[in-house]
């Protein structure tokens, strides 16, 4: 009798939750079966196939459309909520230094593999050639000084309608430091910018299930466009970029985050496994960049280290970039009868260092900035950029994956050096205890506390007022307590 009245209402409770859940799986293998179609059409029919790019680039553009303001609220959260600012500078300048390491370290890489196993056979530049590799000088890349004053926006509104990942990361943190002078009269706006969060979590999750589309007709542009041949011609380069990435991806980057942090390398990128899928699909680390901020805010890491590291990271800390640099620049150099000695090597890439930074993480933006790089530093190198742009789209999406994992490890690290990861709840979210919440993209019970640093599971961030039920080992919201509107004076106090 007491066994059949206690089974009786908890049947139907886990089911509702067990569907919305199911729902959102069958999104991601609906990517994988776009992305075979999308490949048969392009070797099938290229000339349709081609015609079907605005498809792929209308989706990557609905993503970006969503980057500013989830960056905006991110941020403005986290460092609304720090008492000291001192804390977001030091976050920003650790991040910074670990960037600047890392992408020496990942030009070393691309040196090293590129000078032992050198570029292969040497193709013939024809005037077809010159034409495409001079055609990508205009997209290249800034001076230092057009870098810097491109940071700063026309308008604060004009951060937001131009896409500027850097212009609103900088709006956001004047906002959120002015809210922090503020003092408690700018809790109101903490928790307008906190249901504006919601609101834009929600949408992307929707333009999410577009994700099938999108891949379809971005794999079936690039297919269509490059065919086997150009594949086939360079895939030398194509397959040793691809090893050297994955090599760095997983040694280099693995051992850091091991030594470091103690969180395996495997574990990180099994949790990101929907977002790699998801660039993979597109060549576009951007179209991962909100949901990168939402996980690993779930994983443990603090408000303030997510929103600083993570948009900064974007723009400073690409490592698939760097690789990718040092490989093509080798290549080309041979190829147009030009080898590079080393005392050369190094100067050109320590000025394509410089000149990389700020490069956008969609398509394309690697070879225009490559093209920009060598026609300031070396113009007569320009006219071999037209060899790798039939495969430039197969080596832009080892480049997104590379940059993606490279970002996501940074999170982690500086999480750790700056104290801002709740280790705890890391081990549980990466072993798949604490599920991420495909509807919301966001964790109700895991907000920011007063010094902006993820709560442990179970209780508020500082400490204060009742704990909240959920995030158990289970994952499960179901039976959690809120505290009402009050829960606001104990996620933002000043």
């Not at 050369?344 to 690697?366: D, H, R």
Request: charged fraction near 15%.
């Amino acid at each position: 009798m007491t066994s059949a009245a206690g089974t009786a209402p908890a049947a139907p409770r886990p089911r509702p939750d067990r569907t919305r859940r199911d729902r959102t799986r069958y999104l991601y293998p609906a990517v994988i079966a776009a992305v075979a179609a999308g490949v048969a059409v392009g070797l099938l029919a290229p000339g349709f196939a081609v015609e079907l790019k605005p498809v792929g680039t209308g989706f990557v553009n609905l993503i970006r459309m969503m980057i500013p303001p989830v960056i905006f609220c991110t941020i403005v959260l986290g460092v609304g909520s720090v008492r000291r600012a001192a804390r977001v500078g030091a976050v920003g300048g650790i991040a910074l230094a670990y960037f600047l390491v890392m992408s020496l370290v990942a030009l070393s890489v691309g040196l090293l593999v590129g000078n032992l196993l050198g570029p292969g056979a040497e193709p013939a530049v024809t005037d077809a050639v010159r034409a495409a590799g001079q055609a990508q000088i205009d997209g290249g890349a800034k001076d230092t000084t057009g870098f810097l004053l491109g940071v700063v926006p026309a308008t604060m509104v004009s951060a937001f309608t131009e896409g500027e990942v850097l212009q609103t990361l900088l709006v956001a943190l004047l906002c959120g430091f002015a809210l922090q002078a503020m003092g408690p009269a700018g809790l109101p706006v903490l928790r307008g910018v906190e249901h504006v969060q919601r609101l834009v979590f929600r949408v992307l999750a929707m333009i999410m299930w577009a994700a099938p589309v999108g891949a379809f007709g971005a794999m079936a542009a690039v297919t269509g466009s490059a065919g086997p041949d150009a594949l086939r011609s360079l895939a030398m380069l194509v397959l040793v970029f691809y090893l050297t990435c994955a090599l760095f991806a997983v040694v280099v980057l693995g051992a850091l985050l091991r030594v470091v942090a103690g969180v395996s390398v495997i574990a990180l990128f099994r949790y990101l496994g929907r977002e790699f899928l998801l660039i993979l699909s597109t060549s576009s680390s951007e179209s991962a960049l909100p949901r990168l901020i939402a996980k690993m805010e779930h994983l443990g890491v603090s408000r303030p280290v997510v929103g600083i590291t993570v948009p900064t990271g974007y723009s400073f800390n690409l490592d698939g970039t760097m690789i990718y640099m040092t490989m093509a620049s080798l290549f080309i150099a041979d190829a147009t009868g030009t080898p590079l000695a080393l005392g050369e090597q190094i100067p050109l890439l320590l000025f394509l260092l410089v000149a990389s930074k700020g490069a956008a993480g969609v398509t394309g933006a690697g070879l225009a900035t490559l093209a920009g790089g060598l026609q300031s530093h070396r113009p007569a190198l320009v006219d071999g950029v037209g060899l790798i742009v039939g495969i430039d789209r197969f080596m832009s999406e080892a480049r997104a994956l590379t940059n993606f994992a490279g970002n996501a490890v940074a999170t982690v690290l500086v999480g750790t050096w700056t104290r801002e990861i709740d280790r705890d709840r890391a081990d549980e979210v990466l072993a798949g205890r604490i599920p991420f919440d495909e509807t919301t993209l966001l964790d109700d019970a895991h907000g920011s506390g007063a010094d902006g640093r993820a709560p442990a599971a179970g209780g508020v961030a500082d400490g204060t007022g009742p704990p909240r039920q959920g995030d158990g080992p289970d994952g499960g919201r179901n039976g959690r307590t809120e505290t009402g509107s009050g829960a606001g004076k104990e996620r933002f106090p000043m």
